[in-house]
């Protein structure tokens, strides 16, 4: 045994010493559902708050991060023990979920572009799972052509006013800060006069409503701004290179949505067995309908390769995956994957897949029909499929820009 | 893949400018223009013998090097991007797999070195219908007092001009109405062992052989019928696996004279690759490519660890290059538009051999039935 290998093994006595004296028992196998849910709108309470401050006390909400600013300040080999023995005794890592945009996007950008004041003021928070982030990016006229956003930030003295309007705002309603794109120059071309500003939700000129989607409730809000206030020092990255912060943490966003969500995490098992049990089986043991078939191996088939191009992605970057391009090809194979499964899902199960709710319907089939509709955006969000086709185009294929202007 | 070894990378890079220098595509046009019955040129061959790739599987008791299906894969992969014409494929991989699966020692001890040195072509003869169908085999193997006697017919044999012996699946009667599927080591000049060039749209040297009554001794028998089924079943998954790496450097190559036409094109007073329709269609074929290197690593990688889902792996590949190699090779036409039409340009070479290959050793659908019955279902 080489010595790293024994000082893993070391670390991993360790922590699974450490779980079993701080992970509150009857959290096992709650998943995240204590810690508000995916909408985050309940409060975190009782054990579900100490088993938070718990790992928050430790930097192992966010593993990797440097322990002066609130992290672990463990390797990736480390964070990879610690996640294996969280998962062994059923234990989750809310911090992520409760920081919101935080941990996967907003907290590597500060680290990347902020000051030294700017990061001390920040990540800790985003380490502790008591500061909720949202994003304020895509405006009613500035969507995929993010461009052209017209929300306006003035400075006044000491403090910059902002004025405007964000929609997609996403958990806006229940975030402590945003993370903004404003327009600070509008003599200059459009990408050469946005900044990125850091600001708190909790203030008079800060107004957001929720929005309902076609799958129902959404984490989805508006944000207006009127005379909002954002400190000088809460500027990310320079005056007017706004457009580079902004596109980096979107970078981050694409890396983090890789691996193929399903869009309803309720249906469980294998997709062909799932399958079976509506349609039914030839004497062979073949799906009935052989078209359907053929469908779903051609989806499993392409499940198959995209789950072998991250790992193949990995393995050339040595195991520590940067940020890269390709990540923009997995962003539209990974939607393809979700949605696929979606549509192929509520196709087989015919009259059962249509319901809304009332007991007519399995749970799982509601929430199926739920998460079938709300998958839709998977290929809108974060640069739709089409945006990453241009990015692909241009950035990696080196083809000439013709279709985004100024 | 993960970083390649350092030998690995030397034999890439040598393959990579041997193609490049010494197998362009006018070199393969030149076979075909000359209309070389056996497929490919002999000098083509002789300098695959010098590198040593005929022996690059071939473990090194028995005279190769050993070096394992990835580092194939990368040979494989380069001569395909230039559709570079050879026996190396059907002899040094597909014959010496079958040695390698089948075969006693004495057998692997009298073969696998000449097939490793080049100076034996074994190929396999397998398919005699339209589509690939292992299970449907019609030729038979009669037992007789000195051994079996083969009758059959044999189609699209991969390099069965040039092949000095044929690895032949057969039936073998095993009594009570039972049969079994057997592997016959036959030679070419063998009484009864008749064979014709079966001219193909890409030019390689496919035949059809007939075995009118070929007497063979017990020596003869690579595989018996209690083990011939699941030795072909093994035989294939590497000659599948391996295809599917030739096929992606065929694809690939489409794919980088496409994108450059794109960005050197101009209509309409731009480079044609700034259409977002254009833009949008090579960044699709792009990902495809990406998802398709996945699974053609993959399976070469299972067959080396002898993983436990080789065979999904290897469908999977097989399914995935072939669909990639059919869009591409179309789309390699009708972006070129009416050059691409031309004999005169490599295109159609391309959009030949992608047709030839996605057929071989069973079709995307093919493959994708299978990939289902693996999962159950």
Redesign the interface.
């Known amino acids: 045994m080489t010595d790293q290998t024994s000082n893993l093994e070391t670390f991993r006595g360790e922590v699974a010493e450490w779980l079993q004296q701080n992970f509150p028992e009857n959290l096992r196998g709650q998943g995240i559902a204590p810690f508000g849910g995916v909408e985050g709108d309940r409060a975190v309470e009782g054990d579900a708050a100490l088993w938070r401050d718990r790992l928050a006390s430790r930097g192992w909400g966010t593993p990797t991060w440097p322990a002066d600013l609130g992290g672990g300040g463990l390797n990736h080999q480390e964070a990879k023990v610690l996640s294996e023995e969280m998962h062994r005794v059923g234990a989750i890592n809310p911090i992520p979920l409760l920081a919101g945009m935080g941990v996967t996007m907003v907290g590597p950008t500060i680290m990347e572009y902020g000051t030294a004041d700017q990061k001390q003021r920040h990540i800790p928070g985003i380490c502790s799972g008591k500061v909720r982030w949202c994003l304020g990016y895509s405006e009613p006229n500035a969507g995929s052509d993010l461009a052209s956003l017209a929300t306006k930030a003035e400075e006044n003295g000491d403090h910059w006013l902002i004025n405007g309007q964000k929609v997609w705002t996403s958990g806006a309603d229940i975030s402590q800060w945003c993370g903004a794109l404003v327009r600070t120059d509008s003599s200059v071309k459009k990408r050469d006069g946005i900044s990125f500003l850091m600001l708190k939700m909790d203030q008079p000129g800060v107004e957001t409503r929720p929005i309902k989607l076609i799958a129902g409730a959404s984490p989805f809000c508006e944000t207006f701004f009127n005379d909002a206030r954002a400190e000088k020092d809460d500027l990310l990255g320079a005056l007017n290179d706004g457009w580079s912060v902004g596109k980096r943490l979107l970078q981050h966003e694409r890396a983090s949505q890789t691996a193929a969500r399903p869009t309803s995490n309720k249906v469980s098992g294998s997709l062909q067995s799932l399958a079976k049990s509506y349609v039914g089986e030839t004497a062979t043991g073949e799906l009935a309908d052989a078209d359907l078939r053929v469908r779903i191996a051609d989806h499993l088939m392409h499940t198959r390769a995209h789950g072998l191009t991250i790992a193949r992605i990995t393995a050339e970057a040595k195991g520590n995956p940067e940020v890269s391009a390709a990540a923009s090809i997995l962003k539209n194979s990974a939607t393809r994957v979700s949605q696929e499964r979606a549509e192929l899902t509520l196709e087989f199960m015919g009259h059962q897949g249509i319901g809304w709710e009332g007991d007519d319907f399995s749970e799982d089939e509601i929430e199926h029909v739920r998460g079938w509709l709300g998958g839709k955006a998977i290929s809108i969000y974060g640069g739709s499929f089409e945006i990453q086709n241009n990015i692909i185009a241009k950035n990696i294929l080196g083809l000439p820009e013709t279709t985004q202007k100024g | 893949?993960?970083?390649l070894s350092e030998e690995q990378q030397m034999i890439k890079d040598q393959a990579s400018a041997w193609v490049r220098e010494q197998a362009p595509v006018s070199t393969f046009r030149a076979m075909r223009d000359q209309g070389l019955a056996q497929g490919f040129f002999t000098e083509t061959w002789q300098a695959m013998i010098d590198m040593g790739w005929t022996g690059l599987v071939v473990p090194e008791p028995y005279g190769g090097a050993g070096l394992g299906y990835q580092t194939l894969g990368l040979v494989l992969e380069q001569l395909g991007r230039n559709l570079v014409a050879s026996p190396l494929y059907a002899s040094s991989v597909v014959g010496a797999a079958a040695l390698l699966k089948s075969g006693s020692e004495g057998q692997k001890q009298a073969l696998l070195p000449k097939i490793a040195d080049g100076s034996r072509l074994v190929v396999l003869a397998l398919e005699e219908g339209p589509r690939h169908n292992p299970n449907q085999i019609e030729c038979r193997a009669e037992r007789a007092s000195s051994g079996v006697i083969l009758s059959g017919t044999k189609q699209f044999v991969m390099e069965g001009i040039a092949a000095t012996d044929f690895v032949v699946a057969a039936n073998v009667d095993q009594g009570a109405g039972k049969q079994g599927l057997g592997l016959f080591l036959v030679a070419c000049d063998a009484p009864g062992v008749h064979r014709h060039a079966i001219k193909t749209m890409d030019s390689r040297g496919y035949a059809s052989v007939t075995f009118d009554g070929v007497v063979l001794g017990a020596e003869a028998m690579l595989a018996g019928p209690d083990t011939g089924q699941a030795v072909l079943e093994a035989v294939l998954e590497i000659a599948t696996a391996a295809l599917a790496a030739e096929m992606l450097g065929t694809a690939a190559a489409a794919f980088d004279m496409t994108?450059d036409y794109?960005?050197t094109r101009k209509q309409f007073g731009?480079?044609i690759?700034?259409?977002?329709a254009l833009?949008?269609r090579?960044?699709?074929l792009?990902?495809e490519m990406?998802?398709?290197?996945?699974?053609v690593?993959?399976a070469l990688s299972a067959l080396d660890e002898d993983a436990q889902d080789v065979k999904?792996l290897v469908a999977?590949a097989k399914?995935?290059a072939s669909e990639f190699l059919h869009e591409m090779s179309s789309q390699l036409i009708q972006i070129h538009g009416g050059i691409g039409m031309t004999d005169e340009f490599d295109a159609g070479f391309y959009l030949k051999r992608a047709r030839v290959l996605e057929n071989a050793l069973g079709n995307a659908?093919y493959h994708?039935?299978r990939?289902?019955?693996l999962?159950?279902?």
């Open positions: 893949m993960a970083a994108l794109l960005k731009q480079v690759g700034g259409f977002q833009g949008h090579a960044a699709g792009y990902s990406e998802l398709t290197r996945s699974c690593e993959a999904e999977l399914c995935k659908a994708r039935d990939y289902a019955k999962l159950n279902f």
